[in-house]
């Protein structure tokens, strides 16, 4: 860098100096001093430094320069086509899933029908196995009420049986009865060995 820097400035004494001495001399010599041999000197003298900074300018310094904005350029370029085939790479993904998805929304009313049809099927079943457990349950309850109710039946037939006797034990037993019956007792146990 410091050595195109070296060059620019030398180059931009050399080019007024040389100007200035080509003016001076045309001035002192008179008349045209492009047709002087002199003149011709210096015209091509300027004209190798106007190429020599030409070819300097458009052969060292430009072509870097274009080089990096076609590196640049180039870089945008592969990013936007990165970019561009991602892009088109996601929208092809989309549109599968966008065919697919009438198969999978079919998929699915399918599973949901059997899961469906499978829970109404497993619900009958243990519909059918809790009313089969409420029968034995009613026929057991049944059974013992009507255990309950011969049980209770038997008792009220004894306690009947028992107020009956009772009552007409009480009808029929008169003060004479009585006297018989200890008296009959009393020599039962007479006749008894001790």
Known sequence: ????????????????????????FGAEEGG????QPIGMVFKWLHFVIIAVAAYW?????????????????????QRGAT????????LKEAADKMANLEREVAAFREQAKRDASAEMDRLRGA???????IRIAAKAEMEAAERAARVELKELAAKLAVDGAESLVAQQMTPA???????????SLQGRPN
């Open 177 to 187: 009865v009585q006297e018989t019956m200890i008296n009959s007792f009393v020599k």
């Open 127 to 133: 519909t059918q196995l809790d009313l089969e457990k």
């Open 1 to 24: 860098m410091t050595r195109v820097r070296g060059l620019s400035y030398s180059l931009r004494l050399l080019i007024p100096g040389l100007l200035l001495a080509v003016a001076t």
């Open 57 to 77: 300018v458009f052969g060292k310094a430009l072509p870097p320069f274009f080089r990096r904005r076609a590196d640049i350029i180039s870089a945008a370029i």
């Open 83 to 90: 970019a561009k085939a991602d892009a088109e790479q996601r």
């Open 32 to 35: 045209n001093a492009a047709e």
